[in-house]
């Protein structure tokens, strides 16, 4: 059980383009998700927060207009990269926490994006 | 503000021996503390946790111990294996946070 699924596992885009990542809970429903960023070797930076239904609470530094974040329902979260660069490439990983755990997270698959 | 520590960056252990990763909190209001396991190109797995209640908690062959004056506590995988070579992550956490505050990660290598 708690697994959580990732879509794309990568992608490369064109920079200025627009890139969307999906975050799903297969077999839970999520009470909170979370949105990380990962670089090579570094640990996990936490980007943003989110419930469903209200919106993403966004860590200090982050740009909320370049990452939007959409949590829809209880089991979907979706991280769109708008006007993507370079800079942009990263390892993003998305979280989920249970009701049945509520102290926990389980982490998807991440996905690899490149922009070129 | 790095508010949990960890060490070493990375570990070389061989097969059969014990790994053995360190970590140090200041919140003394973080009450749950879990470890994640890492492959390369994949993300972390929820490998064991510990609350601040017990001093030890065992799963196979992963041990937390936990030292809450000390504000300090530790991973042992025990009898290490070649499948064990990942990067191991640390975390701390408050039920009403609900965010994680995680180390920098141990990159361990068991060799055969």
């Known amino acids: 059980g708690a697994v959580v699924s990732q879509h794309p596992s990568w992608v490369i885009c064109k920079s200025g383009t627009s890139v969307k990542i999906e975050c799903r809970s297969l077999d839970f429903q999520a009470t909170t998700m979370f949105w990380y960023r990962q670089f090579p070797k570094q640990s996990l930076m936490l980007m943003a927060t989110?419930?469903?239904?209200?919106?993403?609470?966004?860590e200090q530094g982050v740009e909320k207009d370049k990452f939007l974040i959409n949590h829809a329902s209880l089991t979907l979260s979706t991280l769109t990269v708008t006007s993507a660069h370079p800079e942009d490439s990263s390892f993003y990983i998305c979280?989920?926490?249970?009701?049945?755990?509520?102290?926990?997270?389980?982490f998807g698959p991440g996905t690899r994006l490149t922009v070129l | 503000q790095q508010q949990v520590k960890q060490s070493p960056q990375s570990l070389i252990v061989q097969k059969g021996g014990i790994s053995i990763i360190n970590c140090a909190y200041e919140?003394?209001?973080?009450?749950?503390f879990p470890w994640y396991q890492q492959f390369p190109g994949k993300g972390p797995a929820l490998l064991i946790a510990i609350r601040p209640d017990v001093s030890e908690k065992k799963e196979g062959r992963f041990t937390i111990s936990f030292n809450k004056s000390a504000k300090q506590f530790s991973l042992h995988i025990m009898d290490s294996q070649p499948g064990d070579s990942a990067t191991y992550f640390c975390?701390?956490?408050?039920?009403?946070?609900?965010?994680?505050?995680f180390g920098a990660g141990t990159q361990v290598v068991v060799t055969p």
């Open positions: 979280s989920a926490t249970p009701s049945f755990r509520p102290d926990t997270q389980y």
């Open positions: 919140n003394t209001a973080f009450d749950y």
């Open positions: 975390a701390a956490s408050m039920r009403s946070w609900g965010k994680f505050q």
């Open positions: 989110s419930n469903e239904g209200s919106k993403a609470t966004y």
